[in-house]
């Protein structure tokens, strides 16, 4: 993520301990980025200082050109919708590396910080058509990535304790995320489906193993998972043996709707 310097000493009236600070962790920050490590901390300590010098009694001596990846703006919400995505996406690094009960608040951060980018985008009124076509300049593209966290968020709670109600979560989430933003690959969406599938299986009682099997062989053509198939054979052969039900079955993930969804982000915000 290329990114120009910036010295905010040079451009703001204001305190220079704090402009100097606020250069100096952003220096920081864009080092991390440069050397791929994480660099939460640092990111976080700039953003506080810099929604501090953003308040709309700063004034500037001259205008500050902030550059991402080949495009610029003089706007400064420019500066922060990139600062939020670093942020979101460290959160999200970190919370993978952690253990499930570890994990809960950095998966929240994730989402909280894309949330934030939309709250961003809704009062960014700086009219630029060089940047008006970015993934980052677009709302979708960020209820995107807070739905995928929202869905790894209660991916983690299934890790920690494996049901139906987390899983059958996760992947709603993630299939709202796909229709929402279409543009990247959702890798795990055919893995958490089937997870689902099987975890509706369990809770149906034995009398109705056509129905389990019948779940089963759609989770089989899902994704390739040692327990989906030991299970599957398990009730096809007990369906064979002793039940012998028709295998078929009108049973279906419901879809969430795209309220139901947003206060799915808001729950997991608060």
Same mark, same amino acid.
């Given at each position: ?109 994730? #989402? ?10 809704? %009062? =960014?009124?700086?009219?630029?058509? $060089? *940047?008006?076509? !970015? ?106 043996? #002793? ?10 993930? %419901? =879809?969430?709707?795209?309220?139901? $969804? *947003?206060?799915? !982000? ?5």
């Amino acid at each position: 993520m290329n990114t120009n310097t910036v010295y905010f000493e040079r451009h703001v009236k204001s305190d220079s301990r704090k402009l100097i600070r606020a250069s100096e962790l952003r220096r920081k920050l864009v080092q991390s980025v440069t050397h791929g490590k994480n660099g939460y901390d640092t990111c976080y300590s700039y953003y506080r200082v810099l929604n501090d010098i953003m308040r709309t009694e700063t004034r500037l001596k001259t205008p500050i050109l902030f550059e991402w990846n080949g495009y610029n703006s003089t706007c400064w919400k420019f500066e922060k919708l990139h600062i939020l995505q670093m942020l979101s996406h460290w959160s999200h690094e970190v919370a993978v590396e952690k253990s499930p009960k570890e994990a809960k608040e950095w998966f929240s951060k994730a #989402v909280v910080f894309e949330t934030e980018m939309v709250k961003c985008l809704n %009062s =960014y009124k700086w009219n630029d058509p $060089s *940047i008006s076509l !970015l993934p980052i300049m677009n709302q979708r593209f960020h209820l995107s990535n807070a739905f995928l966290y929202a869905s790894d968020y209660y991916f983690n709670m299934y890790n920690f304790k494996a049901s139906l109600v987390p899983v059958k979560k996760s992947y709603q989430l993630l299939e709202i995320a796909s229709r929402v933003w279409k543009k990247r690959e959702y890798d795990q969406l055919n893995r958490r489906k089937a997870l689902c599938l099987k975890h509706m299986a369990e809770e149906l009682e034995d009398d109705k193993c056509g129905e389990r099997v019948a779940l089963m062989e759609e989770a089989m053509q899902l994704c390739e998972d040692d327990d989906i198939k030991e299970k599957y054979d398990l009730w096809k052969q007990q369906n064979e043996s #002793v039940y012998y039900n028709q295998v078929s079955t009108d049973r279906t993930i %419901s =879809y969430l709707s795209l309220h139901d $969804s *947003i206060q799915s !982000l808001c729950s997991i915000s608060t």
